[in-house]
């Protein structure tokens, strides 16, 4: 009883504190005066007062729905999945229902308009079956979170290639697909409201049944549960929750995350009393970090999404350094079923594949291919060819050997079949100090692009780092601390993009990564890069083969398991750093390229290396020439096609890993 009263004591301080937060909201905006001004004005400027009802309210009472609906769908989701990780943000819902929208919206414009709940809803629902299929039966909350965040990397990619070929079709999506309560009526309000307060007095009603399920589905099937019942109706409740959300305001992450944890520390354990808790909590947090994005810019539109992942990322820290604790003792190794076979038998067909698809990509010029009989000539006396054609095709191929080496380093390292370099936010970090560069100083030479990349990985690297020393850099605490760092990397570019009126297409094309505009000096940085790191890879191979396994078998065969690992995620970053400061954003190299040597040849480190390299720069210097090739003269950018390349295949994988056990 004292427990209760303890509770809704907090509850009336947050309803407090959200009726504060509301009467702020609504007095800001580019014609109010301040807080203060305005309560004193509007009850007699009839030009105050229009602001207020068609402006202001609507656009608050939208972030209350939204708010809501968010924390309600994300508590639900981690109720099932029993994951403290879960969102519709981290389970790709919000990425599938986005991508439906801009591929409606290009394709079926007026089937988006008319049903954009059942376009987005179905885009949700495509994803929430898709991690459900590729996680199966495993619980583990951080398979769990990095399954979602695969499939959220793979609609994303598909949006972003949609968005650059359509680029006049979806511009008006640009600020809405970053989230924004931006509301010039009462027509989102109208079209929101029937939809959320349904579905959340429908969630309420049925809500004890949930209560069971966190007993276990064994002991809830036992009381008379039925179990696929409950859980279809979770599921259903939370998607349609985020997919009006969606529709009405755009993907918004990392409210369904903080909320639920906030309402279970005020006390409150049956689903009951947190439906109540979360529509207050997640109303709150999103109109609170509205307020904050009109005070940082008071003379633009922010995408409020970027700040609640701002917001969010630390607090996902936070949950890595507790799961971590948590899970320390479980971390193992990767044990996965694969075919050895002789390594000699590959070398033949892979040379034959490199030297194909180096001449067939040296021979295109741009509009057409060159007959191979004239393509010595051509290279020996076109000026352009020999500055541009055949340094970019060189660097495709080192670019695709790196980040296959890096993603191959790392999932030995850290023990995880799905890490990568864009997974720990590497690559995060390299594009918002680029996009910073290009911002701050927009008349310096192109150069400066790199140079900010390779600032923004290693200093991400650090921060990475530093926080995972306490833990001895823990596999679980650094991919989560990777995606926390991710998510806050996405939300700055966002913001720069928008606050300073960068052209979109171009903006993607660099975040998607493009091997364009490299030439010969881009090519001696990155041999010297490879040639750097590879030697001491072959040297401490034995080590990063011992690593894979558990941390005792590591420390009992005389490996120093945190001082090697630290060393080897260096050397990892180093590779990554040197890739995107060349070609920007590629991802999905260094998560296939080793998957698929490590099936044909195994798992030792000296048989997989050599066959992991060319991999990755046959995957790489294809995609390039895919996508100089399908619309010429207009060139798709190379990370995109390795996106679509990958993804039957990403998806193949994520479903093996279930036979992967971290133990």
């Not at 290639?161 to 009526?185: K, P, R």
């Not at 909320?259 to 279970?264: I, N, S, T």
């Not at 799905?418 to 100083?441: E, K, P, Q, R």
Request: aromatic content about 10%; glycine content about 10%; hydrophobic content about 55%.
């Amino acid at each position: 009883m004292r427990a209760m009263k303890k509770s809704v004591a907090i509850l009336t301080g947050y309803i407090a504190l959200f009726a504060l937060l509301g009467a702020i909201h609504v007095s800001q905006g580019q014609a109010s005066q301040g807080f203060l001004a305005f309560w004193r004005e509007v009850w007699h400027d009839e030009q105050q007062m229009n602001f207020l009802l068609y402006s202001r309210l609507p656009r608050f009472l939208i972030g209350c729905l939204a708010g809501a609906a968010l924390a309600v769908a994300g508590m639900l989701l981690q109720s099932m999945t029993r994951n403290p990780l879960a969102s519709a943000s981290t389970l790709g819902i919000h990425a599938g229902g986005y991508f439906f929208v801009v591929l409606f919206t290009i394709f079926l414009p007026s089937l988006s308009g008319q049903y954009p709940i059942l376009v987005t809803m179905a885009g949700g629902i495509l994803a929430a079956l898709l991690v459900t299929f590729l996680v199966g039966r495993s619980l583990d909350p951080v398979r769990i979170a990095l399954t979602g965040l695969i499939v959220t990397m793979l609609f994303s990619s598909f949006t972003s290639a949609l968005q650059i070929l359509f680029e006049n079709e979806v511009s008006g999506l640009f600020l809405w697909g970053s989230g924004t309560l931006l509301q010039l009526d009462w027509s989102g309000v109208q079209f929101a409201w029937p939809w959320i307060t349904g579905t959340l007095v429908f969630a309420w009603l049925i809500s004890r049944r949930f209560d069971i399920l966190l007993l276990g589905d064994e002991a809830a099937a036992g009381l008379g549960q039925n179990v696929t019942l409950t859980k279809i109706l979770g599921w259903l409740v939370a998607i349609l929750l985020a997919s009006v959300t969606v529709a009405a305001v755009g993907p918004i992450g990392f409210v369904g995350i903080i909320a639920p944890h906030l309402v279970r520390l005020m006390g409150f354990r049956l689903h009951r009393t947190m439906i109540i808790g979360n529509i207050v909590v997640g109303a709150a947090l999103l109109v609170g970090a509205d307020i904050f994005v009109r005070i940082i810019s008071k003379s633009s539109e922010l995408p409020v999404g970027a700040m609640t992942a701002i917001i969010g990322g630390p607090w996902l820290v936070y949950l890595a350094f507790k799961m971590g604790a948590a899970t320390r003792a479980r971390a193992g190794s990767l044990v996965g079923k694969v075919r050895i076979r002789s390594l000699a038998r590959f070398y033949p067909l892979v040379i034959i594949a490199v030297l194909v698809l180096i001449t067939i990509s040296l021979s295109f010029g741009g509009t057409r291919f060159t007959p191979i009989t004239e393509l010595p000539h051509e290279l020996m006396y076109n000026r352009y060819a020999w500055d541009f054609r055949v340094p970019r095709v060189i660097i495709s191929f080192l670019i695709g050997m790196m980040m296959a080496l890096s993603g191959l380093i790392l999932q030995n390292v850290l023990r995880n079949p799905l890490a990568d370099a864009s997974v720990l936010g590497i690559t995060s970090g390299a594009n918002v100090v680029a996009m910073l560069f290009l911002i701050v100083f927009p008349q310096a030479p192109y150069l400066f692009v790199p140079m900010g990349a390779l600032l923004g990985a290693l200093i991400t690297m650090m921060i990475v780092l530093a926080v995972s020393a306490r833990s001895g850099f823990q596999p679980i605490n650094l991919l989560l601390m990777g995606i926390a760092f991710s998510a806050v990397g996405a939300a700055l570019v966002q913001i720069f993009l928008v606050r300073n009126n960068l052209h979109a297409s171009q903006a993607l094309t660099w975040l998607a990564g493009s091997t364009y505009g490299t030439s010969w000096h881009h090519m001696w940085i990155v041999l010297a890069g490879l040639l750097l790191v590879l030697p001491l890879v072959l040297y401490h191979a034995r080590a990063i083969d011992v690593l894979s396994f558990s941390d005792e078998v590591s420390t009992g065969v005389g490996v120093g398991t945190s001082k090697m690992r630290l060393s080897m995620i260096i050397l990892a970053v180093v590779l990554s750093a040197v890739s995107v400061s060349v070609v920007g954003s590629i991802g999905f190299i260094g998560l296939l390229a080793p998957h698929i040597a490590r099936q044909l040849v195994g798992p030792k480190t000296l048989r997989l290396l050599p066959l992991t390299l060319c991999i990755g720069g046959i995957l790489l210097i294809s995609a390039d020439l895919l996508g100089r090739v399908l619309l010429a003269p207009k060139e798709i950018s190379a990370g995109i096609i390795v996106s679509l390349i990958g993804a039957p295949y990403l998806l193949y994988l994520l479903k093996q890993t279930n036979k992967v056990q971290l133990k």
